[in-house]
């Protein structure tokens, strides 16, 4: 199984730029879809967005649309989220997680993921 570790996480001003990654031991990151997850104080888990094994899929949702990015590097066991002009509504703890499979579209439902981080806190200042 792999084991996944975000870091990046911290406090910013908002519309700061923040960029997390989500770092894979245990077995090669190349055949897992990876996907962002976020919970705020108060609210359910939510999904943030996903990319497929190769990175040739992506999802994201509404809310981060033309702001964050996800992108993957299998090569060094890593995938990136960018996360530009960031809101304090974006202020949660954020985790990745990894679903084991080389699927062509990537999954928005969290509990499709088999593999989770401790979660990074991202905290926006107003």
């Known amino acids: 199984q792999v084991h996944v570790v975000e870091s990046g996480g911290g406090l910013v001003q908002a519309g700061g730029s923040l960029r997390l990654s989500c770092a894979a031991s245990?077995?090669?990151?190349?055949?897992?879809?990876v996907g962002w997850f976020r919970q705020a104080p108060g609210k359910e888990r939510e999904f943030v967005t996903a990319?497929?094994?190769?990175?040739?899929?992506?999802a994201y949702a509404d809310s981060v649309k033309g702001r964050f990015t996800i992108a993957r590097d299998n090569a060094k066991n890593l995938v990136y989220l960018q996360m530009n002009s960031l809101k304090p509504e974006d202020t949660a703890v954020y985790y990745c997680?990894?679903?084991?499979?080389?699927?062509?579209?990537?999954?928005?439902?969290?509990?499709?993921?088999?593999?989770w981080g401790q979660g990074t806190q991202v905290t926006v200042s107003s």
């Open positions: 997680a990894a679903r084991y499979g080389r699927f062509a579209v990537t999954s928005t439902t969290a509990t499709d993921y088999d593999y």
């Open positions: 245990g077995r090669t990151f190349s055949g897992y879809a």
């Open positions: 990319i497929n094994w190769s990175g040739g899929r992506l």
